[in-house]
């Protein structure tokens, strides 16, 4: 089974009219971040926020009459399903959905009010598609694999086409890897457009079923783990996806948390857009393995933005105590009126915030006539925090960060 450039062009042509092309932007402060040329593509801007339209929608336009009114299915923890959702209403094709267990409400929520029904069963996409198989057969559905599709990939592989188009220098395309379909897509447009360039998967060190599969080894039972990358986060990589993308990927780099994190903060700080984990993988990988990309010209795709609010605040703030712009600082000292005060109006004329005080006169390693203090501390960054500890020290009060 194979996958072509006119394959990707005619999916192109379906597509045209039915999703947004969205635009592939130069960003000088990711660009002095990183030390490679960076575009990005802002697949958030789709309406359903992220690149997964494209695959799904090129599959529904090539249904029967018959299986259109038979009505479709999917597996999918939150983008495919919501691309497939949205697209099957318009053309008025029934659609299920069925979602792991823990994926986002958000995701859930977004996927209902497109019109699908959603059923939650499974602690992963491996199990949820296995059930979503069974229902399947049950109701005489036709079953949309989010990746594992020929169809789905000419979809995706429109990404790389526009790109190109938009900034056809570009020398290195950064892709993550879930199932493969994505990169699947994209590699077959981009070699076949420009033969030289490079394609590099990008998977979560969690989840390396890509690069499990490349050296001969079952991924399936070491994979596992609470990613921030749940979209991508896939045990077994699709046999057809690899078939097509393995001959054209040049090289596949594990990225851990951390680096999805600050990816995620980094788009929100600098581009003032809102990404998923799986959907900052691209620039994740830029900022685990900067020999890689430096003075590179990189075509980066936010593939997603439905991420849950709440994990988008503490990936945030997560990466300010990272940057020690909030700080947690331990005083021991004795227990006399003023002591609080004083430590405070220190802080304050440094021009810190404080966030929160928590007070501890029982605790044993405090001598019975002192007390314990932890202070959670806002700075401009961490040569602030050092200056603010350099300032209670030498008044009497010396920190320790905890």
């Given at each position: 089974m194979t996958l072509t450039l006119d394959d990707i062009r005619a999916a192109e042509e379906r597509l045209r009219g039915h999703i947004e092309r969205t635009p592939c932007r130069r960003s000088r402060t990711l660009s002095e971040i990183t030390g490679a040329e960076v575009w990005v593509k802002f697949e958030n801007l789709q309406f359903t926020a992220a690149y997964k339209e494209r695959g799904a929608l090129n599959?529904?336009?090539?249904?029967t009459e018959a299986e259109k009114k038979r009505g479709?299915?999917?597996?999918?923890?939150?983008?495919?399903?919501?691309?497939?959702?949205?697209?099957?209403?318009?053309?008025?094709?029934?659609v299920t959905i069925v979602m792991p267990r823990g994926t986002p409400f958000v995701k859930v929520q977004q996927t209902r009010n497109h019109g699908a029904e959603v059923v939650i069963d499974g602690e992963g996409y491996d199990e949820a598609s296995a059930f979503a198989r069974k229902l399947c057969e049950e109701r005489d559905l036709v079953f949309v694999h989010p990746f594992n599709d020929l169809d789905v990939m000419?979809?995706?592989?429109?990404?790389?086409?526009?790109?190109?188009?938009?900034?056809?220098?570009?020398?290195?395309?950064?892709?993550?890897?879930?199932?493969?379909?994505?990169?699947?897509g994209m590699a077959t447009a981009a070699k076949q457009i420009k033969d030289d360039i490079r394609v590099v998967g990008l998977e979560p060190a969690m989840y390396p079923s890509f690069t499990a599969?490349?050296?001969?080894?079952?991924?399936?039972?070491?994979?596992?783990?609470?990613?921030?990358?749940?979209g991508i986060a896939v045990k077994q990589v699709g046999d057809i996806s690899y078939g097509v993308a393995r001959p054209l990927i040049d090289e596949v780099l594990l990225i851990e948390e951390p680096h999805f994190e600050k990816a995620v903060a980094l788009y929100c700080n600098v581009e003032k857009t809102v990404t998923e984990g799986a959907g900052a993988a691209a620039l994740a990988g830029l900022l685990a393995y900067p020999e890689r990309f430096r003075g590179k010209k990189c075509g980066l795709v936010i593939t997603g933005?439905?991420?849950?609010?709440?994990?988008?605040?503490?990936?945030?703030?997560?990466?300010?105590?990272?940057?020690?712009?909030?700080?947690?600082?331990?005083?021991?000292?004795?227990?006399?009126?003023?002591?609080?005060?004083?430590?405070?109006?220190?802080?304050?004329?440094l021009g810190a915030n404080i966030i929160e005080v928590a007070h501890n006169r029982l605790a044993l390693d405090v001598p019975a006539k002192g007390a314990e203090f932890d202070l959670m501390i806002e700075t401009r960054d961490a040569q602030h925090t050092q200056e603010i500890m350099d300032a209670l020290r030498e008044r009497g009060y010396p920190p320790r960060a905890v």
């Open positions: 599959k529904l336009l090539q249904l479709v299915i999917a597996a999918s923890a939150g983008n495919h399903s919501q691309g497939l959702a949205y697209h099957a209403a318009r053309l008025g094709i029934p000419a979809g995706q592989g429109t990404v790389a086409v526009e790109m190109l188009e938009d900034v056809p220098e570009l020398e290195v395309l950064p892709v993550p890897i879930g199932g493969g379909g994505l990169i699947a599969k490349m050296r001969g080894v079952n991924a399936g039972a070491a994979a596992g783990g609470a990613t921030i990358a749940e933005g439905n991420i849950d609010t709440r994990l988008l605040a503490s990936v945030l703030t997560r990466e300010l105590v990272r940057e020690q712009r909030i700080v947690s600082l331990r005083i021991i000292g004795d227990d006399r009126p003023g002591l609080l005060a004083n430590v405070s109006a220190i802080i304050g004329q």
